[in-house]
């Protein structure tokens, strides 16, 4: 298949997945890690090192989100230590994020004449974030067909799956998920604490397997 | 009027024309300038020098346009000296420009409590420019309504007008056309060659005044 599709790669487990998946489909997939002031780098460092392992081209930029209450952004607010539930992860919302890395995404796509985009948004981040929900997908999804002159078109396989489901299809497609990184923290080993360690430990449990990730940090 | 909107501000004709619509309107716009690497600043000069004398907040951000192949950005390719049409300025589009800048314009939005974006585009650019067209400032309004919180709507007053009923409106209105900037080039004084050259001064024809900046530098 001769289909050229540029990839939003974080680093984390959806989007990594998302990646390999275009690659066992035979595509050819452009991994894109956009760092945007995050409070750390962990997931980035997996980005590059998980394009590598897949032999895809990677590209990384730096933008500036110079938007002030989001706990992701500013250090000063702290990050909900508790489940993933809509009143605590609230705080973590960058305003339009999806938006502004889509549209790099498309940009890039254009101008290296890719006919898609990709990103992994899924079933678990709709409560909290608008642009993670299949509506906000389809509009956007025109108005980039009727943006760019090649009609970008933007997929998002995972969107109506959990993260639970997203794992057990990355388990079969045999995604190392001991590069990837969920916690919001950035220390040494993911804090199990916040709401994103939260949210994975429940998705490796719903696919039945350990986590590469933890069983690398028991033994070391 | 409590209408509160984020407005998209290059320091143009028809951005400046926008911005102090809102004014008259009794509204309460906020100038957004986005630098993206353009070859030259005059026109970000006139963005700060309109926002102080129409006195609104202005705000003012770098980005990133990591795009090669358009001559807007990539100094080795040269602005085409010629009138304005399709084939003469396809070499100038960035891709996806105004999804990118609009998705920043709605992400303050969100950020600052502004119900509103608006931006300039206009007619004369819908052939050349698919951003520009209607039907995808339609299918992008959707997408922001739903991606946010508070249902950011997006407003483009003057998409079905030409630039000439633009300086109409805005000489009408007393926009003060002196502290605008059109030429591509970034000289002393516009080169009255390039595309949006030859497009000025077609549209104070047709408004049936003399533009102020030439008469500034016929003075000077």
Known sequence: MDKRVIVLHSGGVDSTTLLYHYVRQGC???????????????????????????????????????FSNS????????????????????????????????????????DLKCGYVAYAAHHNDRAVYPDCREEFF???NVASMLGTYQNVKIEAPFIS?????????????????????????GGEKPCG?????????????FAGVPDPLEIKHRRS
């Open 28 to 66: 050819e997939p452009i991994s894109l890690t956009i760092c945007y002031g995050q409070k750390h780098k962990k997931e980035i460092e997996c980005a590059r090192k998980t394009s590598k392992i897949f032999q895809v081209k990677h590209l990384e930029i730096e933008i500036p989100l110079p």
């Open 71 to 110: 706990a992701l952004l500013n250090s000063s607010i702290e990050v909900p230590k508790s489940d993933y539930t809509v009143e605590t992860q609230k705080i973590t919302v960058v305003p339009n994020r999806n938006m502004i890395l889509l549209a790099y995404a498309i940009g890039f796509a254009e």
């Open 138 to 140: 389809y509009a956007l």
């Open 161 to 185: 799956w959990t993260k639970g489901e997203i794992v057990r299809y990355g388990v079969s497609l045999g995604v190392p998920y001991e590069y990837t990184w969920s916690c919001y923290e």
């Open 193 to 205: 604490q916040c709401g994103t360690c939260h949210e994975r430990r429940q998705a490796f449990e």
